[in-house]
Nanobody, 128 residues
Framework: QVQLVESGGGLVQAGGSLRLSCAAS????????MGWFRQAPGKEREFVAAITRSDGTTYYDDSVNGRFTISRDNAKNTVYLQMNSLKPEDTAVYYCAVDKDYCPGYECRSREYMYDYWGQGTQVTVSS
């Protein structure tokens, strides 16, 4: 079993920045895909960004490409999401997720059902 603990959410003004972290518990199975998803009020959960642990390939939704950066520290089993130039429409609960399997490509890494374990979510609120 993998436990994921997210941190770094909060309230920020439009144009500001936040950095989310997601640490996997020490007792981990081998994981490869690490991703971030978000869910705004009244909307379905959507893909934000992902990174493969094996080779560091990154994937982004168009809505965040160029503003958000995903990175990982394999030694710490931690994935980060640096969010810059935040907009009110980025307001959501952000979830991190990990996938045990190697599954390259945007189509694979952007699908919720490909991920095995999920964090509890952290709130990000961007005021206008």
């Amino acid at each position: 079993q993998v436990q994921l603990v997210e941190s770094g959410g909060g309230l920020v003004q439009a144009g500001g920045s936040l950095r989310l972290s997601c640490a996997a518990s020490r007792r981990t199975v081998s994981i490869d895909g690490m991703g971030w998803f978000r869910q705004a009020p009244g909307k379905e959960r959507e893909f934000v960004a992902a990174i493969t642990r094996s080779d560091g390939t990154t994937y982004y939704d168009d809505s965040v490409n160029g503003r958000f950066t995903i990175s990982r520290d394999n030694a710490k089993n931690t994935v980060y999401l640096q969010m810059n130039s935040l907009k009110p429409e980025d307001t959501a609960v952000y979830y991190c997720a990990v996938d045990k399997d190697y599954c390259p490509g945007y189509e694979c890494r952007s699908r919720e059902y490909m991920y095995d374990y999920w964090g509890q979510g952290t709130q990000v609120t961007v005021s206008s």
